[in-house]
T-cell receptor, first 112, second 116 residues
Framework: GENVEQHPSTLSVQEGDSAVIKCTYSDSASNYFPWYKQELGKRPQLIID?????GEKKDQRIAVTLNKTAKHFSLHITETQPEDSAVYFC???????????FGAGTRLAVHP | GAVVSQHPSWVICKSGTSVKIECRSLDFQATTMFWYRQFPKQSLMLMATSNEGSKATYEQGVEKDKFLINHASLTLSTLTVTSAHPEDSSFYIC????????????FGPGTRLTVT
């Protein structure tokens, strides 16, 4: 079945550094790739998304890149701040019912 | 953006009892809603896709007789955990997609279920 692999599982950076999280998907029919930030006990919050007809998208300190040929997409956070600390999930949208398949998550810790 | 609510936000029940969780789309009509389960420090695992007016589609390994899903209207889907056991304790999250607005899914705030 469809699968999304996410790396790394944990990431620790100093405030101001950049953070990169990478995902690989298996369903070649996937056409939408969102990234979510989840704080403890709360719902996932969409932070950025990209469609398959776009290679890169940026929103202030956050950017996402997509390589459809390699089935890779990545999240880039620049100038990290302590409030960026959370669990980040990538996902891909595919399947006959348009279901989201989530990666395993990356726990990001930004140290002051 | 679109709003999805869930009720209750947390519930404690005894082993063997049933619990119903409601998921509502407040400002849009959702023909399709999704139910996820999330164990501590793990990812969201899709349990089933809830289709308004028809039977839900369950993911492999999810018991449809244990997790009853009803999507009777365009704004409400319910998940009933029947004969709950401690291993059913988890964070249950629903989501809905507004078909008129791209592919984005809107998540409910989640329901923390604890079975004692």
């Amino acid at each position: 079945g469809e699968n999304v692999e996410q790396h790394p599982s944990t990431l620790s950076v100093q405030e101001g550094d950049s953070a990169v999280i990478k995902c690989t998907y298996s369903d070649s029919a996937s056409n939408y790739f969102p990234w979510y930030k989840q704080e403890l006990g709360k719902r996932p919050q969409l932070i950025i998304d990209i469609r398959s007809n776009v290679g890169e998208k940026k929103d202030q300190r956050i950017a996402v890149t997509l390589n459809k040929t390699a089935k890779h997409f990545s999240l880039h956070i620049t100038e990290t701040q302590p409030e960026d600390s959370a669990v980040y999930f990538c996902a891909s949208l595919g399947g006959g019912y348009n279901k989201l398949i989530f990666g395993a998550g990356t726990r990001l810790a930004v140290h002051p | 953006g679109a709003v999805v609510s869930q009720h209750p936000s947390w519930v404690i029940c005894k082993s063997g009892t049933s619990v119903k969780i409601e998921c509502r789309s407040l400002d849009f009509q959702a023909t399709t809603m999704f139910w996820y389960r999330q164990f501590p420090k793990q990812s969201l695992m899709l349990m089933a896709t809830s289709n308004e007016g028809s039977k839900a589609t369950y993911e492999q390994g999810v018991e449809k007789d244990k997790f009853l899903i009803n999507h009777a209207s365009l704004t409400l889907s319910t998940l009933t955990v029947t004969s709950a056991h401690p291993e059913d304790s988890s964070f249950y999250i629903c989501s809905a997609r507004d078909p008129g607005i791209s592919y984005e899914q809107y998540f409910g705030p989640g329901t923390r279920l604890t079975v004692t």
